[in-house]
């Protein structure tokens, strides 16, 4: 049957663990990227950027990896805790505009 | 804590009014975003603006939205006449100009929109 709405992309996985969550992108002009999380009810909150010159970064607790020669993009994220579930986009900026193109997002679920 | 602030947060109206919805972007950005996110789309670009001078909004219906920026301190989105498939989450984002070569957006916490 026809399907209806976004089917998010979801991973579930226990409090304490760590979560890889993916993301493809197709632009090769691409040159900077982002990780939002959004919670339910809230807007798309900054998590970490990367510019395309660098394959990985750290923050707190998150890393970004960057993989260029297969257009690849993973969020890492270190003993994951239950405000850690949301649902979590990637964004690219292709070459020097100010857009950002966004993935469909995926839904990460922290089980305690 | 500089944050980009969205009004109302949540509207709901009857087919055929007219809707604003306004955003304060964080002081000192100088680019604004509308973005729209449904269920069905995810979150779609509607239009952007860079020292308060339109320079996209090729994602908008043109014959019912419209986008301004009165001054450096206000956007607006307006819908007019409104239909039931507008019903969505707005967001505004904000961002600093990319010359440092950052294109962070930084959003507001939206405004859900029913109509009726």
């Known amino acids: 049957g026809e399907s209806v709405g976004l089917h998010l992309p979801t991973l579930s996985v226990q409090e304490g663990d760590n979560s890889i969550i993916n993301c493809a992108y197709s632009?090769?002009?691409?040159?900077?990227f982002i990780w939002y999380k959004q919670e339910s009810g809230k807007g798309p909150q900054f998590i970490i950027d990367i510019r395309s010159n660098m394959d990985k970064r750290q923050g707190q607790r998150v890393t970004v990896l960057l993989n260029k020669t297969v257009k690849h993009l993973s969020l890492q994220i270190a003993a994951t805790q239950p405000g850690d579930s949301a649902v979590y986009f990637c964004a690219e900026n292709r070459g020097g505009a100010q857009k950002l193109v966004f993935g469909q997002g995926t839904r990460l679920t922290i089980n305690p | 804590d500089a944050r980009v602030t969205q009004t109302p947060r949540d509207k709901v109206t009857e087919m055929g009014q007219e809707v604003t919805m306004r955003c304060q972007p964080i002081?000192?950005?100088?680019?604004v975003f509308w973005y729209r996110q449904t269920m069905m789309q995810g979150l779609e670009l509607l239009a952007y603006?860079?020292?308060?001078?339109?320079?996209?909004d090729s994602g908008m219906p043109k014959d019912r939205f419209s986008a301004e920026m009165p001054d450096a301190t206000l956007a607006t989105l307006k819908i007019q006449p409104s239909e039931p498939r507008d019903s969505a989450v707005y967001f505004c984002?904000?961002?600093?100009?990319?010359?440092?070569?950052?294109?962070?957006?930084?959003f507001g916490p939206g405004t859900r929109l029913t109509v009726l």
């Open positions: 632009n090769s002009a691409s040159d900077y």
């Open positions: 002081l000192g950005h100088n680019t």
């Open positions: 984002a904000s961002g600093p100009s990319g010359g440092s070569g950052s294109y962070t957006q930084y």
């Open positions: 603006f860079r020292n308060r001078a339109p320079l996209d």
